[in-house]
């Protein structure tokens, strides 16, 4: 880069006025140039609301239509159709979900859901359970996984059931692009390794 | 006196719903977010990921601004700085060149220092007029030197002195306090 006496025309320039010039000199050379915007930038978001929604695992299509159509139906049968409708309700003020994804296990239902992520980086998280096994051991819980290629990754919470509907909130830092998917495994005790799957999305 | 709306004004707008302001924080913003993203990120992909996730932040918790802690340009690095730590988190990196607060004090690293300083100099670029922000590109960072920069643009040496004084200016202008 050239001097400042080199790039600048300094006739008429008081003292003060040069030194505020020289000062933004210095900090174009410190800065450096500004980068390119890639075309996807070049526009700002024309309905930034849809940025609010929740980037969570990119299941396949078929697979999510399928498990959200059988864990509908379980909830369903387990429930009846005017718990859906009543519950849906209080729970709208209650946790301001995003998205809502149900989980499934063997007589077993679960949704979760999923709230825009806070100030600080977190995901909150609802999980809501229907019909799952308490535990008689006192000392075994659930835990909430995040999967990769249906693998229980990364631990998201742990939590015990005692009635028959269970409702626990949780909440998470990750980038949900990098997984794919949720599950809820049973823990014995002294055991930190994924267990057995008993809800998966 | 420069009568153009204020960072702050418009993050209390957006708070409001209010799309245009929006779009003018991000028409300001986002080659500095993109120029903060690279530089920690190293990726481009990534680093556009990065700006996505700001300005929907920016767009999320706009209400949460509060002016009479500051103005807006700090509070716009605090909402970039965590987005950009999110994607260096995901990749199992600790993000420590990037101050938690834009604070005035000197920063830990000249690194820190850097980031700081690029972001307010780049926000500023974007107030320059196309042909102001061609000659100081042209002066600053082609390696051109300033003959070479008047034969480029075709015209005298003198005026090119001339325009980057009037630019130099305007960008001092514009960085206020900045500068102290």
Not at chain 1, 124 to 151: F, I, S, V
Not at chain 2, 64 to 82: K, M, T
Request: charged residues 25%.
């Amino acid at each position: 880069v050239s001097t400042f006496d080199d790039m600048v025309d300094r006739e008429g320039l008081d003292a003060g006025d040069e030194a505020r010039l020289r000062r933004v000199h210095d900090l174009l050379v410190q800065a450096g140039p500004p980068p390119d915007l890639p075309p996807s930038l070049e526009h700002p978001p024309t309905a930034p609301a849809e940025a609010d929604l929740v980037q969570f695992p990119l299941l396949p299509r078929r697979r999510w239509t399928l498990g959200a159509v059988a864990a509908a139906a379980l909830v369903v049968l387990a429930f009846g159709g005017g718990y859906l409708v009543g519950h849906a309700k209080t729970k709208a003020t209650s946790f301001a979900a995003k998205r809502v994804l149900p989980m499934h296990g063997n007589n077993a239902v679960a949704l979760l859901r999923l709230a825009p992520k806070d100030g600080a980086g977190n995901w909150p998280m609802e999980l809501e359970l229907n019909n799952l096994p308490t535990q008689p051991d006192p000392r075994a819980y659930y835990e909430l996984w995040l999967t990769r290629n249906g693998k229980a990754i990364a631990p998201c919470g742990t939590f015990r059931v005692n009635a028959r509907t269970t409702t626990v909130r949780l909440s998470v830092p990750y980038d949900f692009k990098r997984f794919d998917g949720w599950v809820v495994t049973r823990q014995a005790a002294g055991k930190h390794d994924p267990g057995p799957v008993v809800l998966t999305t | 006196m420069r009568l153009v709306t204020t960072d702050g004004e418009l993050i209390e707008r957006a708070a409001t719903g209010d799309h245009s302001a929006f779009e003018d924080l991000y028409r300001r913003y986002a080659r500095p977010v993109f120029g903060l993203a690279l530089r920690r990120l190293g990726d481009r992909g990534r680093a556009e990921d990065a700006v996505q996730e700001t300005f929907a932040s920016i767009w999320r918790s706009a209400a949460s601004y509060r002016p009479e802690r500051g103005p807006g340009a700090p509070w716009l690095y605090a909402v970039a700085r965590n987005a950009i730590v999110d994607r260096a988190r995901s990749r199992g990196e600790i993000p420590s060149e990037i101050p938690d607060t834009a604070a005035d004090a000197p920063g830990p690293s000249d690194r820190v220092e850097q980031g700081w300083v690029a972001w307010r100099v780049h926000r500023a670029l974007e107030e320059l007029t196309e042909r102001e922000r061609e000659v100081v590109a042209l002066a600053y960072w082609s390696g051109l030197s300033q003959s070479e920069v008047a034969e480029f643009l075709s015209i005298p040496l003198g005026t090119v002195k001339t325009r980057t004084r009037a630019a130099l200016a305007k960008l001092s202008e514009i960085l206020g306090d900045d500068l102290q």
